[in-house]
């Protein structure tokens, strides 16, 4: 499957755990990596691989995967984490990308 | 620290081509890396379009793949995106990203501004 699955919206108190997940069968066999986007602006790398950030990120930020789903979690989410956050990662043939559809985080 | 800018034409008419450039700063695209094209039609999410290495080797959306071109020039530092055929459909903001490429693991780890490119008459 070429596909990745993202439930659109997500809501968290402020200061609170947040989980967004993925779901794909190429998860299986790739890491996902995740992207903060904010309205009008560039996506933002947030976390590639088995759990890395890069420089710059806030470590509240955390990934993880277990089987067909990788998972991103904000611990102690903060008002400006309030945005879309996107995962990525190449499909079942290893050499074409996909994106998820998407998951708009808001911060109550 | 590296950058990437996006140029070219914001409004394309119906089947013409659509030309995008992306020029690298900071980095010499022949020193190694994959490099990206992603578009984002208004309110929707990202759609990957196609990467290439700097030896000129290229991945491409199968969706999109009979249309797509993207081509490396290392005597620039830039690579380009062509798009033919274009349809108000295409209408989106193209982003080109730097690729790290790992084993079982990789990530779009710079991004470009992105550059808004509208398809009408």
């Known amino acids: 499957s070429s596909e990745l699955t993202q439930d659109p919206a997500v809501s968290v108190a402020l200061g609170q755990t947040v989980r967004i997940t993925c779901q794909g069968d190429?998860?299986?066999?790739?890491?996902a990596s995740w992207y903060q986007q904010k309205p009008g602006q560039a996506p933002v790398l947030v976390i590639y691989?088995?759990?890395n950030r890069p420089s710059g990120i806030p470590d509240r930020f955390s990934g993880s995967s277990s089987g067909n789903t990788a998972s991103l979690t904000i611990t102690g989410a903060q008002a400006e984490d309030e945005a879309d956050y996107y995962c990525?990662?190449?499909?079942?043939?290893?050499?074409?990308?996909?994106f998820g559809g998407g998951t708009k985080l808001t911060v109550l | 620290q590296v950058q990437l800018q996006e140029s070219g034409p914001g409004l394309v008419k119906p089947s013409e081509t659509l030309s995008l450039t992306c020029a690298v700063s900071?980095?010499?695209?022949?020193?190694?890396?994959?490099w990206g094209w992603i578009r984002q039609p208004p309110g929707k999410g990202l759609e990957w379009i196609g990467s290439?290495?700097?030896?000129?080797?290229?991945y491409y959306n199968p969706s999109l793949k009979s249309r797509v071109t993207i081509s490396v020039d290392t005597s620039k530092n830039q690579f380009s995106l062509k798009l033919s055929s274009v349809t108000a459909a295409d209408t989106a903001v193209y982003y080109c990203?730097?690729?790290?490429?790992?084993?079982?693991?990789?990530?779009?780890?710079?991004w470009g501004q992105g550059t808004m490119v509208t398809v009408s008459s």
């Open positions: 990203a730097r690729l790290w490429f790992g084993e079982s693991d990789d990530a779009f780890d710079i």
């Open positions: 900071g980095y010499s695209i022949s020193s190694g890396y994959y």
């Open positions: 290439i290495y700097h030896s000129g080797s290229t």
């Open positions: 190429s998860l299986r066999s790739y890491y």
């Open positions: 691989g088995k759990n």
């Open positions: 990525n990662s190449r499909d079942s043939s290893g050499n074409r990308w996909v």
